[in-house]
């Protein structure tokens, strides 16, 4: 059954909520220029409350990070109580390696070809976390760093759809198109953000429209 990640919560509501309707992963953001980020004591206060709530079921809790140091992401990951960490910047392979198995890279390739050597740069660092992707594709935007809300081209996802183990796919989901597109591409999972939001915020509604469309495939 196709993974679900719910990017960029920022309260415990929404995160109780998002956690009860089903999501295999749940996305913080600690990237101070998005909409979404949220501080690293709010963060905290959720994922203890989760944790304590939810015991085994409690879905994995991933901090989302962009051009940051691996020190800084080790601080984070570690006060807050993250499974892993997201980077979604320009990091290199090493950063990967030195993370030892937490990160996984996100990626947002302007065209196949450019997928594919991202692929083949960060593959020998994939982390073999099977509750983790091994990568997440996104759409590509010139300024934004995910949720953008923009679309990946099938060109791009059948370029290295094969060569990715759990390969996480991003851009465009929402709850009307997700069951449509995870029974076209067969991804390990599904990530979204701004396609379960309404004015900027998230909406349990989509949510768990979202969830349940995404595993009916």
Known sequence: MTKV?????????DARFTAQAGADLIGFNFYKKS???????LATEICDTL?????EKCPQLIGIFVNELVSKISVIT???GLNGAQLSGDESDKMLQELRGLGYKGIQPMNP???????????PHFTHREKMPALLLDAYHPNLA????????EDIIHAIQEKVPRLMLAGGYTPNNVAERVKA??????????????DGKKDQAKIKAFIEAAKSG
Do not use: H, M
Request: one cysteine or more; charged letters at 25%; proline letters at 4%.
């Open 146 to 153: 995910g949720g953008t809300g923009l679309s990946v081209s």
């Open 35 to 41: 909409p979404r980020y949220i501080d690293i004591d």
């Open 78 to 80: 570690n006060k807050v």
């Open 185 to 198: 591409y067969r991804p390990w999972g599904v990530d979204v953000a701004s396609g379960v939001e309404t």
């Open 113 to 123: 070809q450019q997928a594919l050597e991202d692929v083949a740069y960060y593959s």
């Open 51 to 55: 944790r304590a709530e939810f015991g």
């Open 5 to 13: 990640k719910i990017c960029g919560i920022t309260n415990l509501d």
